[in-house]
């Protein structure tokens, strides 16, 4: 249970010390857009690699419309409209269309969580599903990968004359960008399934030394993202509608057609309009993780793996995050009690689980970086992950201060 039953400090809330210097990263470059509307539709309507949605969709009995969980905002609410309206015109009704939220192995999100990201009236007629992970009879053979195996994905993807991927590009952790491929594994996949791609990223995110290495950024020489490309690839009736957000949360861009064509041209349009690498690694990582990625540590790790790049070796990270949902599920816990780093790593070789390479991702950063945790998660739990629990931002600010008398640049993230 929270300590305290406030909220953690916003980074704009929190003012630095006078002497400190912040290298970075620069303020985001992604502008609002007059017309996400608009945005959308000249995507679906001009898409990359493929005929016009409404062309696509033309003849099809069965619709499946992919979307994310509430883990990651993707203002679906808005880029289903043109796309539920191009496949009215190509003569479906409501019937034959179903929404498809994609959960991986996330928790299920509530109804009242759906109606919030698509609007009441989305969710009372098209009458979104979740993805099974757990549900071996909901889910049907989708093909055998040679890395993956049995692939097996929810029955309404696997079984739709057309299945309609959607989702938000941004740098990701595991696949280089999240969106594309995902969205199908391990977007709506059996929890089988979903083990054996996330096996593909122990030695992506692992050196060979032990350390970490984010694949931010990286869709070549990233054998994960091959994995789920092929897997988009076999499915053969996939059509990609990814969009890049602006900092309000707006779309501001989109790119639609073949998934890996789409995919990759709306990673370049991202990569574009993102900050460039920091001229010079910061003494200090102060890192708040925002909305849904703030409220798990499971989340939160993601936002810690966004400061390595910006850090020198052995710079402290202060962590302002809500972590109201604790851990963020049960199965990341046991991971703590694997002993030496050493140990954890040959059990996950040998018995893979991607809540156990989480832990050991937030163990070897924390073994590598003082982390320090201004939230509302017990302290009985983050200190024997090795985390350093805080009950409020300036006094945790202070404290790190007193602790690195040597801190003279700061590096300033927000994700969410």
């Given at each position: ?189 059996e929890r089988g399934t ?25 869709l070549d020489d990233n ?188 590096a300033r993230l927000a994700?969410?």
């Amino acid at each position: 249970m929270p300590d305290d039953p406030s909220s953690p400090a916003t980074l704009e809330g929190l003012e630095l010390p006078a002497g400190l210097r912040v290298v970075g990263p620069p303020a985001a470059q992604v502008a609002p857009v007059a017309s996400p509307l608009a945005v959308v539709a000249r995507a679906i309507d001009a898409p990359l690699g493929r005929p016009p949605l409404e062309e696509v969709a033309w003849g099809a009995r069965s619709v499946a419309v992919v979307i994310p969980d509430a883990t990651r905002p993707a203002a679906a609410g808005v880029y289903l409209l043109p796309l539920l309206s191009r496949l009215t015109r190509a003569g479906l009704d409501p019937a034959r269309i179903r929404l498809v939220v994609a959960r991986g192995i996330h928790p299920a999100t509530p109804r009242t969580e759906v109606a919030r990201m698509l609007g009441e009236e989305l969710v009372s007629v098209l009458r979104p599903i979740q993805s099974a992970p757990e549900t071996p009879e909901l889910n049907a053979l989708l093909s055998t990968d040679p890395a993956l195996g049995a692939v097996r994905v929810h029955r309404t993807v696997a079984e739709a004359d057309l299945a309609i991927l959607t989702g938000v590009v941004a740098p990701h952790h595991l696949a280089g960008y999240s969106g594309g491929p995902k969205a199908l594994v391990p977007g709506v996949a059996e929890r089988g399934t979903v083990l054996a791609a996330h096996r593909l990223t122990l030695d992506t995110l692992v050196a060979p030394d032990g350390s970490i290495r984010s694949a931010a950024g990286r869709l070549d020489d990233n054998p994960f993202y091959a994995a789920l490309l092929g897997v988009a690839r076999a499915h053969g009736r996939a059509f990609l509608l990814n969009v890049a957000l602006a900092s309000d949360g707006t779309i501001a861009a989109a790119v639609a057609g073949e998934v890996e064509a789409a995919h990759r041209a709306a990673a370049r349009a991202f990569e574009a309009a993102r900050p460039a690498a920091p001229p010079e690694p910061a003494d200090l990582g102060v890192v708040e993780a925002r909305g849904p990625r703030g409220r798990s540590l499971i989340q939160a790790h993601k936002a810690l793996l966004e400061a390595l790049a910006w850090l020198k070796p052995g710079a402290p990270v202060l962590l302002l995050a809500d972590l109201g949902d604790g851990p963020g599920h049960p199965a990341l816990l046991p991971w703590f009690e694997a002993g030496r780093l050493e140990r954890h790593l040959a059990a996950l070789r040998r018995e893979f689980h991607p809540y156990g390479l989480t832990a050991y991702s937030l163990r070897r950063i924390a073994r590598d970086h003082p982390v320090h945790v201004v939230s509302r998660m017990s302290r009985d739990l983050l200190r024997p992950m090795g985390l350093v629990p805080h009950a409020e931002a300036r006094a945790a600010l202070d404290f790190v201060l007193s602790e690195h008398p040597g801190v003279r640049t700061v590096a300033r993230l927000a994700s969410g």
